[in-house]
């Protein structure tokens, strides 16, 4: 391993999921975006006025220490919330202006322990996909069934589906609700801790497909991780908050650095260079704050 204690770029990478994609898309091509985005819970600002361009056709992971706006982030992009201050814009359309049944054409999201409706089965829940694609006058056709189909495929639950989703674990409940963002098949796409409660293999798993839909489908991803390993594997572009504010944003190489490891989380690190992929790695020494 080689020991980084500058920002550096990375050796070629070796694994087909772990590869960076080019420089990020222009702002002008930027599908999501914020400008000067402030969000809150009642007399509280979590979120203070953050700029983003997200890359398109990209995977984007926010990382940062609990309690410093990640989620808030991701809920403002996906219009759980409404902006204090400042504005999310989605295709160039300010997202709250936008019908909800042609946001959630979109954009998709998983939002973190999402409630499991009562009595459904695994199927049932991943159709709820397709929702927003039916009109008034739209019956269900092929292109749902493929959707679903593949959706189930992707997320190896196809055993399961006639299975009640309650009745599941909470690593298998987590590929479920996967499944139904899938189903949607959006081309923006919001995770919330997506590998909340599963093992490392489903982690990887799940990750793996999340950069195939990226890769394959062109598919923009913003993904809020707490894992800067595999934040750092998996992601083109990292985006590093503290106390609601963004501190650093940019490939692997140029966010997981020493100082901005200190600056964000408050702990003195040597950072390496992973032999299998070249993405970063980081070797906790100790506390400075």
């Known amino acids: 391993m080689t020991v980084t204690e500058t920002p550096a770029a990375t050796a070629p990478l070796t694994t087909p999921y772990a590869a960076p994609h080019d420089a990020p898309e222009s702002a002008a091509g930027s599908r999501l975006r914020t400008r000067d985005l402030s969000l809150g819970y009642d007399d509280r600002v979590v979120v203070d006025g953050v700029t983003l361009e997200v890359p398109t056709g990209r995977t984007t992971a926010v990382v940062g220490p609990n309690g410093c706006g990640k989620s808030t982030l991701l809920r403002g992009l996906g219009r759980l919330l409404r902006p204090r201050g400042g504005s999310v814009l989605l295709d160039g ?118 950069r195939r839909m990226c890769d394959d489908d062109g598919t923009t991803v913003v993904m809020v991780l707490h894992d800067l390993a595999m934040a750092a594997r998996y992601a083109d572009h990292l985006v590093a908050m503290r106390d609601g504010r963004v501190v650093a944003e940019g490939s692997p190489a140029d966010v997981v650095t020493p100082a901005v490891i200190e600056e964000v989380f408050g702990v003195a690190a040597t950072v390496l260079s992973d032999p299998e992929t070249g993405a970063p790695v980081v070797i906790p020494r100790r506390r400075t704050s």
Do not use: C, K, Y
């Not at 979109?106 to 939002?111: A, I, Q, Y």
């Not at 479920?176 to 982690?203: G, R, Y």
């Open 93 to 210: 359309d300010e997202i709250g202006s936008l019908p909800t049944r042609e946001v959630a054409r979109r954009l998709g999201l998983l939002p973190q322990q999402p409630i499991v409706p009562e009595g459904v089965s695994v199927l049932e829940l991943v159709e709820r996909g397709r929702h927003p694609h039916h009109g008034l006058f739209r019956t269900w056709s092929r292109t749902d069934e493929e959707a679903v189909a593949s959706a189930l495929e992707r997320t190896d639950l196809v055993h399961l589906a006639h299975v009640g989703v309650d009745s599941l674990s909470g690593g298998q409940r987590q590929r479920v609700w996967l499944a139904m963002v899938l189903a949607q098949a959006t081309p923006v796409l919001l995770l919330d801790e997506p590998t909340s409660f599963l093992d490392v293999a489903h982690q990887l798993d799940v990750l793996d497909l999340v």
